[in-house]
């Protein structure tokens, strides 16, 4: 028996735990453990992870695991819902204002009751697979779960396990050694939920014979302008229904005769993606502002959070219209695009280069990028290799500088050893760049700082970039629609390398449209300042007749008083800005883009500090945290 906790102080828990939280662990649990799929959703705040381990705490205070399974298992038999399998039903049932989140946020101190009813619900299912149940009814069984405890509605239900499934029974399949408790181990990543699998204890071998890069002794500098998230929704209607109960709104077919919130023309801060228009005024505004771009970084997500609904077919769509339509209006500049996680078909779902079978393998998306981005002139034929091996490359634009990019979506479940080589190719580029003398830029389209960049693949990243942080002069990345940074610190606690976000095109969720243009030295590429461009959304869609006004809302170094923007700098940035109120609530303001909505929404200094300690990257992370908040030994 595993039964876990007490439920004596269940009710009170359950009165305090904030509404915004509960959907989070189920949706979880079947959208993403069964279906593996959800982290491209709505992003929650730090606030909410506290609120949903005090829910978790309470909520599943005496499920017991084999006594879940057996209940999931025998209404897959009788095909009705016995009085124990109502009540759980009924306890656990998912509120449905509460349906779109992101569950990776919470980082599973108190999962261990998460973590049994991860491996409750899984072993059901990969017992009644390998007792060979059909992947039709296990894909009925699955699509009735999720409406029964309300998941999502029964479109996203069916639309998103149809998408999946064949993709997770491919993996039971093939490797009969797979248990529930190594697939909770990676998914959850936490203490309570100990990944133990053998299989996972791999490294990166790294060359350690470290020298010195020598820097140029130029004084030139070039611009480099970071667009990211563009999240194009072809289906998109202005005033049409902004809140219709799905994970993406705004949509032609989602009318209701009782609709209340109406799109806005240039976009909503509700759940909803960017209209055609809005993205060609985005661009067209760059293109006129900014001369003397030398190079544009695109950090990836062109298509919309649809993720029930998505298709090879209609992905291709829009990724070929947005190349080239970015081709067509910077026709004199290089791009240097990635892979988002929403690229491939279902999203997240990046199969490993071997895998060829039809409905699963990836080569079709890797394919089309290699052909249209060579095809372009932004990349030279020898990139091509690689973006065939798994959607990375590697290119030198300029003597002495190195732009490395990776595809940070990988399927650790299915081949946890360093999923189509790519640390070892970069651990091997990096080696060659430190002999050539080249200082490096890395884009990658997760930030090392989210939850979403999966553990192993985390840990082994951060040893390499750590051994080559003296040439890896900066980091870009997207996904997480905020405009913030990560600072990543070394084993002595101080920081030697930054990650720059770019924010995002799209508005999902409350948020404003922004990019940004940074200037980097060519002295050995660091960026010396950046400036954040956006305007404000709501004034926009007030006066829908005239282009929406763009406006630069700060720079970095002026915000934020700093010197320049080298890691000594900014191993002193964080803890200034925590001690000074004025300086936190600007990160704040700027993280989420100055929305309404978003500010609106309650936040104390403590909360705003958490955002704070969402900079730092460090195993000791929570430690350093605490140190940087409180103590004045780190201060200027
Ligand atoms: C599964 O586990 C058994 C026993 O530990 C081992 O002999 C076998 O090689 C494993 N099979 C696979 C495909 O890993
Ligand atoms: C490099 O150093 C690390 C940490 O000190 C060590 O674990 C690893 O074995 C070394 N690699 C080589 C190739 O010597
Ligand atoms: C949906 O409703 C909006 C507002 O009433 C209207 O402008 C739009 O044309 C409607 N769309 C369809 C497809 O009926
Ligand atoms: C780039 O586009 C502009 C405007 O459409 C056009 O005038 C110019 O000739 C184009 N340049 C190249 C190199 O194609
Ligand atoms: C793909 O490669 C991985 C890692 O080498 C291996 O474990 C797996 O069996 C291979 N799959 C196929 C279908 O060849
Ligand atoms: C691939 O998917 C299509 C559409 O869902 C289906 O008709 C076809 O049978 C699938 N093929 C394989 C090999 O699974
Ligand atoms: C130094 O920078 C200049 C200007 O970018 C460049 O032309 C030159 O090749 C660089 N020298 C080295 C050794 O990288
Ligand atoms: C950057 O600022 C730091 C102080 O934070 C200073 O020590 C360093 O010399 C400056 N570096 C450059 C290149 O100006
Ligand atoms: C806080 O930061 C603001 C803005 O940079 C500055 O004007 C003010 O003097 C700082 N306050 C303290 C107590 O350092
Ligand atoms: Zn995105
Ligand atoms: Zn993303």
Redesign the pocket.
Known sequence: MEIVGNTSNCAQCKRQCSRKTTEMWFQQLILSILVLSVSGLAQNSEDDKFSLIRYLICINDNIDVNLFSNEIELWTQLHHERELFKDMINSLKIPTELQNSDWRTFSANAGSKICVLCRGILRTFINLRRKGMSEEDIRNNIIKLCILFNIQTENVCKGVIELNLPIILYIIDSKPNLTAATICGVVLESKSCPLTDPEFDWIIDVNNNSHAVTENETQEEIKILHITDIHYDPLY?????SNCGEPLCCQ??Q?KSD?TS?AGFWGDYNSCDTPWHAITDALEHMKDTHQGIDFIYFTGDIIDHGVWETSEEGNIQSLTKIYDYIHSVFNNTIIYPILGNHESNPLNQFAPKNITQDNLTTNWLYELVADLWIGYGWLPESARSTISQGGYYTVVPKKGFRIITLNSNVWLWYNPKDPDNQLHWLATILSEAEKNNEFVHILSHIPPNSNSCLKTWKREYLKIVNRFSHLIKAQFNGHTHNDEIAILYNSDMEANNVAWNGGSITTYTKLNPNYKVYTVNCRNYEVADYQNWMYDLSSANENIHARPTWYKSYSFKTEYGLPNLSVKSLNNWLPKVAKNETLINKYYRNFYKQAKPSLQETCDINCKKKLLCRVIVHSKKKMLCDNILTSSVHVL
Not at 237 to 241: L, Q, S, V
């Open positions: 209607e202005p005033n049409g229904n032609k077919g009318n609709m109406f």
